[in-house]
């Protein structure tokens, strides 16, 4: 069984080949909530938290946007949510979020400049640990505020190296000045993986927007 750090490098010498990425969340899924959890990687709570600040409604529809195997929406229907639709282009993720009975769908498409779903008009949109390079571009923050109701609030995570330099900063930016949402609030800048040797220098935020 490979660990976590193999994962991640695999994942990463994928180059953003969807294919290939695909195939290896989909041979990943098994393990990947024990490894995640086991890594210490605190952006699920925090998202989780965000959500709670700024989505008071139990019952608003939530799209869980790259939503893996279901870690974020399984604490999310711990704590009261129930109107959950879920997001991923991996099968073998999706898969496992199924067993956990916590969606009312599940999609299996990926972010992008849009997202060729029916549904729209969410209240909320959720995308932790999906929005990087290679996985989901700059671009996709368009889509998902296509998915949204106006006034309906988005909360995703980013790696620094993803906002420096990958130009999610100036899509951020462009966003905000084009008046499509306003800023809500931003965690302080936390370590992505604290028990991990070769990334324990990765750093994340977890933003919350909210659509005009």
Known sequence: MEDLETWLQRVYQAGGDRQRLDALYDEWADDYDRQIWASGNPYIAIAAGFVGRHVPDFDARILDAGCGTGNMAQILHQIGYRNLDGLDPSQGMLAIAQRKKIYQHLYPFS????????????????????????????????????????????????SSPAYEEYGFKEKIAALETAGAWDKLGQSLLFP??????????LRHWVMAYQKA
């Open 111 to 158: 972010l992008g400049a849009k997202v060729d779903l029916d549904e729209s008009g969410y209240d909320a949109v959720v995308a932790a640990g999906v929005l990087t390079h290679g996985h989901a571009p700059p671009e996709s923050l368009e889509g998902i505020l296509g998915l949204v109701a106006s006034g309906g609030v988005v909360i995703f995570s980013l």
């Open 192 to 201: 992505t993986y604290p028990f991990s040797e070769l990334e324990s220098a």
